[in-house]
């Protein structure tokens, strides 16, 4: 008995669905509509919605394609797409496919065309993430500067197979914790849902892999490896801007994991629209999803993490010098770590507390601080250069005249050119109150509009800054 055309179709289908998944079936087969099959002249008709499904279907699953319809129509089928270009004004274009020879074996056919399912049923179903295990949302601090990308990362973690927010692109400045974030919602996410492929790689081992992959040929296998990924985390993908064909590999694996509802999530140091030298149809993929913005962290964010770090590492720091640690950090994550190890060092090494003293001198060494910002232990030292006077004359009880005179004028300076509050400068220069600070302060202002000498002295001393700066 002769099966009708519709009824090979039907069977066609069928095989389809067996070699995809439900979810590739639902999008990119069920669409397929059948219109025509010529047994004389061995022609297929078949009418697609759009441009990028007839795209997509040539692109990765031609071989299947090609299999099946000889298989339920004829040996030689050739089929024709016919692609909707306008559905209001019902307008369409007819494309032939590209022709295939079925007779080969998949193993000789080009990888790049075989079905990603074929392809994930080869692959070692465990797969190492490559995440930090100590970055995770237990010790992301939670402040002002990044409540919203934090929450929004969770849900994400939490509900990763919702098509909301994809891709997820997270942007901000050097230390601010982007690359903490991003492990994070992998790690979340690994958590809940063992079973999904979720990898991190930074945008230059990336790249580093493509070119290895372009040298021994084998681009095809590097592709297919990595449309097999549920979740993919790529971080600092600035490092592309003048990597044309790294974008453009990374824009097929985009459009593959987008289109089947797996989760992108990239992280860089500026917005898509500041990322000159990327290709325009990256960026607008880019920016169909979540754009979020993670700032420098504030005085108080800088507060807590520190907090959370010193219960963590069992120290003991003051809260004073927290709090100057806090506002000489710049912002920068990286840098409070590094400071807190640091201290932690100088602490063991000298077998010394940890108090503002130290601090001072470790935050010179280890934070690069803004040009106009002095420690007070530059201004003692410059204004005890200048008048050849010992710090430690300075630090003591002394009444002398020409020591007192010293300190109340390195007081003023140092309330003049950093940020401390009264009560500290006064600790760090004799250890006096703050009051003792103020009156020195006004002391010194109601000498400067009298004398003239002692104005050039000042003077003298804060050139002296600029020389050091």
């Keep these: 008995m002769k099966v009708s055309p519709n009824a090979r179709w039907d069977n066609a289908l ?22 025509s099959f010529s047994e004389t002249k061995k022609t ?4 697609v919605p759009s441009t990028f499904v007839y795209e997509y279907l040539e692109e990765n699953y031609v071989d299947l394609l090609s299999k099946v319809l000889h298989r339920t129509f004829c040996e030689g089928v050739r089929l024709t797409y016919r692609v909707v270009t306008d559905k209001e004004h ?35 179903q465990q797969l190492d993430p490559q995440l930090n295990a100590h970055q995770t949302f237990n010790n992301y601090i939670e402040g002002d500067s990044n409540r919203l990308p934090r929450s929004l990362g969770l849900s994400i973690a939490e509900h990763p197979n919702t098509p909301q927010f994809n891709p997820m692109f997270i942007y901000g400045p050097s230390g601010c914790g982007k690359t903490h974030l991003i492990n994070a919602i992998g790690a979340r996410t ?29 681009t095809n296998d590097f592709i297919n490896f990595y449309q097999t990924i549920d979740m993919l985390i790529v971080d600092d993908i600035q490092e592309w801007m003048t990597a044309t064909k790294t974008q453009d590999t990374f824009f097929h694996i985009f459009n593959h994991l987008f289109r089947n509802g797996k989760r992108i999530i990239l992280a860089s140091d500026r917005p898509p629209v500041e990322l000159k030298g990327m290709n325009d149809r990256l960026l607008t993929r880019f920016s169909c999803g ?11 964010l800088c507060i807590d993490i520190l907090n959370s770090k010193i219960r963590k590492d069992g120290l003991k720091i003051p809260q004073d010098v927290v709090q100057f640690i806090a506002e000489t950090a710049n912002g920068s994550v990286r840098d409070l770590q590094g400071v807190i190890n640091s201290l932690l060092a100088y602490s063991v090494v000298y077998n010394s507390n940890i108090d503002m003293r130290l601090a001072e001198r470790v935050i010179k060494r280890a934070v690069k601080v803004d040009n106009k910002s002095l420690t007070v232990d530059d ?46 400068i006064g600790k760090l220069v004799g250890n006096r109150d703050h009051s003792t600070v103020i009156h020195s302060c006004s002391r010194v202002e109601c000498r400067l509009k009298v004398d003239k000498a002692f104005q050039a002295e000042l003077s003298s001393i804060e050139n002296s800054f600029k020389l050091k700066k």
Excluded: G
Aim: charge should be positive.
């Design 14 to 35: 069928a095989l389809f669905r067996e070699n995809v998944s439900q979810q590739q079936f639902n999008t990119w087969f069920k669409p397929i509509v059948f219109e």
């Design 44 to 47: 297929l008709l078949v009418q």
């Design 90 to 124: 019902n307008l369409s274009q007819d494309i032939e496919a590209d022709p295939t020879d079925a007779s080969l074996s998949p193993l000789e056919q080009t990888r790049a065309n075989q079905s990603p399912t074929v392809l994930d049923a080869a692959l070692p």
């Design 190 to 218: 690994k958590q809940l849902y063992s079973q999904k492929r979720v990898l991190y790689i930074s945008a230059r081992l990336f790249q580093v892999q493509y070119t290895n992959a372009v040298l021994k040929n084998s």
């Design 290 to 300: 979540l754009i979020a913005e993670l700032e420098k962290p504030d005085v108080q």
């Design 379 to 424: 201004i003692l030292e410059k204004v005890c250069d200048h008048f050849n006077v010992t710090q430690a004359a300075v630090n003591s009880k002394s009444r002398k005249q020409d020591v007192v005179e010293v300190r109340q004028l390195a007081m003023y300076l140092a309330q003049k050119y950093t940020k401390m509050p009264a009560s500290r």
